[in-house]
Structures are given as C-alpha cells and as structure tokens.
C-alpha cells in the first residue's frame, strides 16, 4: 500500500542554522512527491515538487528537496532558517495520471531566536 | 481571482444535525476535493470531483456527501454530524483532472466541532 511517513513529529531549530526534514515513502512505482507548508491558521501552500529528472529540487522560500531512490526518501532542506519559517511542513505522494495525493502526518517546525 | 474559498470558517454543531461547507474556485479548474485534517493524521481524502456532475469517493467517504453541479462549486454536506468529524476540512482544486503535475490549491480551510 502507498504511505508517507515523516518520523519527526516536531523539530525546534535556532533561527539561521540548518534544517532538515525528513520524508520516506512506500510507493510500488515511481511517485511523484510534494512538499506543503501550513502557516498557523491558512492553508496548505507548495513548496515544491518531484516528478522526474534532475533528482534536487529548488522550491520557493529557499527550500530544496532530493530525491533518494534507493531510500525511498525525499527530504526537505533550508540553509538557513527564518522565523517566520515555523510552520508545519507535508510531505505526500502521488501517481503519474491520478489526482490523489496521499499526506504524511506533518513535521511541525519550531524556531527559536 | 480569488483563489480557492470556503465558508464558514467557524462553525460548533450538535450531534446530529446537519450542514454543507461551502467550496469555491474562480480558477476554473477541472479537479476538486475534500480533505479532513486530524492531529497526528495528515489529511485524508474525503470526495473528489473531476468535473462537473462527476465525483467519487476518496479515502475517508462515510458521513459525507458531495455533488458538484457547476465548475465553480463543491460543497460538502454533513447529513447528521458526529463528535468523530470534529476536524479542520480542506477544500483543493486543480487546472487539470487526471494530473499531479498540475498544482493544487487549497482553501482556508473550515474548522468544524460537533458536539
């Protein structure tokens, strides 16, 4: 069956380091992959996505993601947190000529200045 | 345009009655669904619609229905609420059906309590 799990329920980071999000997937074919933001309050807005080809991908906000096929992982990464980064972050999966999206549980992210 | 609307933002029930949570888009996109996002859970498909008069059921159907007789909206109906759909409901929609390259967009979202 497809899933999505993001193992980290909750991350807290200082503003300006590193961070990554972690993603893996169980799909039978090749998925194509999603990223989502939620600010507190709004809805869901797309960071980026994976389909084919080049295996990094650029997002908006300065955030990328790579595709690891042999780990069945697509994580999130940001040089550089901002605060107004705290959010919680999706990661879902899909399949090439079906609109069904399947969400992981989310990573709710935490910045501290 | 406006985007991807829904209405009421806010809304408290009591078991058993029932309401529609209004979904609309500007766009003109052919897809449209249904999310209910519960903590711990992610979001889960409810409906989806791929045009108008043509909808199907996701993962998590029972206790909700859909109809979709324009382009522009797709409301969800709650016959007779139950504590178990106390949850914050997404509506998204896309240009095309059929195609994940296609981006969704998603609402505001309504947060509904049943009590």
């Known amino acids: 069956a497809q899933s999505v799990t993001q193992p980290d329920i909750h991350i807290t980071v200082s503003e300006g380091a590193s961070l990554e999000l972690r993603c893996n997937y169980s799909?039978?074919?090749?998925?194509?992959l999603f990223w989502y933001v939620q600010s507190p309050g709004q809805g869901l807005q797309l960071l980026l996505k994976?389909?084919?080809?080049?295996?990094l991908v650029q997002g908006i906000k300065g955030f990328e993601a790579e595709f690891k096929r042999s780990q069945s992982s697509f994580n999130l990464r940001k040089p550089s947190v901002h605060w107004s980064d705290a959010a919680e972050y999706f990661c879902?999966?899909?399949?090439?000529?079906?609109?069904?999206?399947?969400f992981g549980t989310g990573t709710r992210l935490q910045v501290f200045p | 345009n406006a985007g991807v609307t829904q209405t009421p933002k806010f809304q408290v029930l009591k078991t058993g009655q029932s309401m529609t949570l209004q979904c609309a888009q500007d766009m003109n996109h052919e897809y449209m669904s249904w999310y209910r996002q519960d903590p711990g859970m992610g979001l889960r498909l409810i409906h989806y619609?791929?045009?108008?008069?043509?909808?199907d059921q996701g993962e998590v159907p029972n206790g909700y229905n859909v109809s979709r007789s324009t382009t522009e909206d797709f409301p969800l109906r709650l016959l007779s609420a139950a504590p178990s759909q106390t949850s914050v409901y997404f509506c998204?929609?896309?240009?095309?059906?059929?195609?994940?390259?296609?981006?969704?967009?998603f609402g505001p979202g309504t947060r509904l309590t049943v009590l």
């Open positions: 799909y039978g074919a090749t998925p194509y």
């Open positions: 998204a929609s896309s240009q095309l059906a059929g195609d994940l390259t296609d981006t969704q967009y």
């Open positions: 619609s791929v045009g108008a008069g043509i909808t």
């Open positions: 879902a999966v899909g399949a090439r000529n079906t609109d069904k999206l399947i």
């Open positions: 994976y389909f084919s080809g080049d295996t």
